[in-house]
């Protein structure tokens, strides 16, 4: 009868090394490690892993070597577990290296582009995916001829993870939504970007159920021509059918205003946490309304984005201070595009104990940017008191190049507002030179220089 071995360390080594190879987190290969010498031993060939995997995040959020595909595709022919790490990565940031120029990695507009795609596929061995990180963006102007779409995603649909929707200019083809659908059924965030002309029977069809999205991206572009006394109302039932059919399982949304304006839609999304609101290219305005159905949403975000420079922004007031107040326990991240035309006490804030992340787009038609900074910075430093970056970038005509320079001296003064503040960067924003931006960023362990 074989010795009864009543702890694993009795184990010979080899067993031993054995059963901790098949560790995969990160997090318990560290605690591993520290268990004891003789683990540590084991498992120091698994240090540089699993160094790498907490390493790149950082290095992709600093822009530094990770910048470019190419790069990122040298680091997955290092070894499995360096490949495993990087493609998950590439996952979670698809844009950053796949989608976000037209043309550009797996973004295809044309269905020769589809063809093309297929054909170098299909030298890929069996099994193989050849859609690296698991993103796809698809932009067909014709919708006669989707049948290369069709067979692109009956092809690899399992392994797609994000997937752009935009249709050219055309109406947008609802029936065509439900089919692709249905062949996504891993897909976690799903974007679509139309312009349309008709609203005709836009309620969106029976759609098949998702169970891995968690995040919805809606972009949809208006044309001067379709704005009539069902305008809203239109856009409001296929928003909601959409809401509908996914939004219990949604943590993140992306919409104009008016997904706001859909019924009891507090109700139909009870796992928000991130929410955008971006008219974008619509006719329709954040407003006073808006503002009361986010006081009253019950939600509890983590981040919120509302309106963007070159849009219609928020009039900072009393209700849109209460209605930051409702989220003060929870929100990590927070951006908007603020009107300043009279002056609001930001002591009405509450404490934010986690936000860590301010962005603010400030327009104004008087001067008082420079005594409104002041004041609100130095509420910051009392109702943020984690907070890591601050950007602020200022619109307006009391920021011409005629009193800049003065502008600069009294930023200038504000560096001690914040006692552990690293640096004060004043630049002209690329865009116009109408723009500043103040970019305050209070993590020690920041490149200034990388963020600007």
């Avoid at 010979?12 to 560790?23: D, R, T, V």
């Avoid at 219609?312 to 989220?327: A, D, H, K, R, Y």
């Avoid at 009392?382 to 003065?406: D, F, Q, R, W, Y």
């Amino acid at each position: 009868m074989s010795e009864f071995v009543g702890n694993i360390c009795d184990l010979p080594p080899e067993l031993q090394h054995e059963i901790l190879s098949k560790l995969t987190d990160v997090n318990d290969i560290q605690s591993a490690i520290n268990t004891c010498p003789q683990w540590h031993d084991i498992l120091e060939y698994r240090k540089t892993a699993m160094l790498f995997a907490k390493v790149l995040p950082i290095m992709i959020e600093k822009g530094s070597y990770c910048g470019s595909i190419e790069n990122m595709l040298l680091l997955r022919q290092v070894s499995k577990d360096w490949k495993r790490e990087t493609d998950r990565q590439l996952s979670l940031y698809p844009f950053g290296y796949f989608l976000g120029d037209e043309g550009k990695g797996y973004h295809f507009s044309e269905v020769e582009e589809i063809q093309k795609f297929l054909t170098h596929a299909s030298t890929f061995p069996d099994g193989a995916n050849p859609i690296l990180g698991n993103a796809l963006s698809l932009s067909i102007a014709d919708h006669e001829d989707m049948a290369p779409v069709f067979h692109l995603i009956r092809q690899y649909g399992t392994y797609i993870k994000t997937i752009s929707l935009g249709y050219g200019n055309d109406n947008f083809p609802l029936n065509q939504l439900q089919s692709l659908l249905n062949l996504l059924p891993n897909v976690e965030w799903l974007i679509i970007c139309v312009r349309v002309e008709n609203w005709n029977e836009v309620e969106a069809p029976g759609l098949p159920p998702l169970p891995l999205l968690t995040k919805l991206t809606l972009e949809i572009e208006d044309s001067d021509d379709i704005i009539g006394p069902n305008y809203i109302e239109q856009r409001q039932l296929f928003i909601g059918s959409l809401v509908a059919a996914y939004g219990p399982q949604l943590e993140s949304i992306s919409c104009s205003p008016i997904l706001l304006r859909v019924e009891s839609i507090s109700d139909l999304l009870p796992n928000l946490t991130s929410l955008e609101i971006d008219e974008g290219y619509t006719y329709t305005s954040f407003t006073n309304e808006d503002v009361h159905t986010l006081t009253q949403s019950g939600w509890e975000l983590k981040c919120l984005q509302i309106g963007r420079f070159g849009k219609s922004p928020i009039q900072c007031s009393t209700e849109l201070m209460g209605m930051l107040n409702n989220f003060s326990e929870t929100l990590v991240t927070l951006d908007l595009s603020l009107q300043l035309d009279r002056w609001i006490d930001p002591s009405r804030l509450l404490v934010f104990p986690c936000l860590e992340i301010v962005k603010l787009r400030v327009s104004s038609t008087f001067d008082v940017l420079p005594e409104w900074m002041k004041d609100w910075l130095s509420t910051f430093s009392v109702v943020c008191p984690n907070l890591k970056k601050l950007k602020i970038l200022t619109e307006g005509t009391m920021m011409n190049n005629a009193v800049s320079h003065h502008h600069q001296l009294q930023f200038e003064e504000m560096k001690n507002v914040f006692p552990h503040l690293l640096d004060l960067v004043f630049i002209p924003s690329p865009f116009t030179d109408r723009h500043d931006e103040f970019h305050y960023d209070i993590d020690d362990d920041v490149d200034n220089d990388a963020m600007i």
